[in-house]
């Protein structure tokens, strides 16, 4: 994996979110009445500051509930042996109510059907929006973000490193890495591949027996070299 390249620092973070907080909140309207569920692993965290940030508006603090969905992935059969399986946790009843979904990045759609699947298990939602930090592209399910903190279109062979400092120990980032063969192929030494070429193209011989072979009748009389190509 590459170095990376950051897209985002934490003070621009901070500006997405506190965006986001402020789309939420004009759909929530006066009355309130979002719960905020945040997407194992760094959509937890998002969900939480959301929440704070709203509430420093003058909003009452949505509550915030934690959701795993590995046992609903559609490839967990492919991908994991033994999958890791993390709390859900919600602290009130889901029926009835509005739930923004909050996870870092959107990608092929499949963590958020996946997520999906997993909040009908635990109730019936009066309407489900979606919050993420980033859009990245690359969509292989009809599913699309309500609330988007920054777009980046980025190649199937990269990957965007969201990096927060309650999930990763470190400093708000966003990085963009490109990803590398796990074995590059290694590069071969000029000389030896010129030597391989020129052997490639030098003529072929037949085996020219010693005249006290012949001689003795052991060996077929000698013969001249044949070109490719050439007649006999």
Known sequence: ???????MNAEEIDRALARLAHQIMEVAGESGGVVLVGIH????????????KIAA?????????ILDINLYRDDLSQTFDHPIVRRT??????????IVLVDD?????????????ALTDLGRPR????????????????????????????GPDQLVDVQLGETDGTNDRVVLRTHEPKHPRKAEPAAKAKAKAKAKAAPR????????????????????????GAGR
């Open 1 to 7: 994996m590459s170095v990376g390249t950051v897209l």
């Open 205 to 228: 011989t037949r085996r020219v027996p010693s005249a006290k072979a012949t001689a003795r009748g052991k060996l077929p009389p000698r013969r001249k070299p044949v070109r490719k």
């Open 41 to 52: 692993t760094r959509g937890v965290p998002l969900a939480r500051r959301l929440a704070r």
């Open 89 to 98: 946790e919600v602290p009130l009843p889901l029926s009835g109510k509005r």
């Open 105 to 117: 990045v959107l990608y092929t759609g499949r963590t958020i059907r996946a997520a999906m699947d």
């Open 57 to 65: 508006a003058g909003r009452e603090e949505p509550p915030v509930g």
């Open 127 to 154: 309407a489900v929006k979606l919050a993420v930090l980033i859009d990245r592209g690359g969509r292989e399910l009809p599913i699309h973000a309500d609330f988007v903190g920054r777009t980046f279109m980025v």
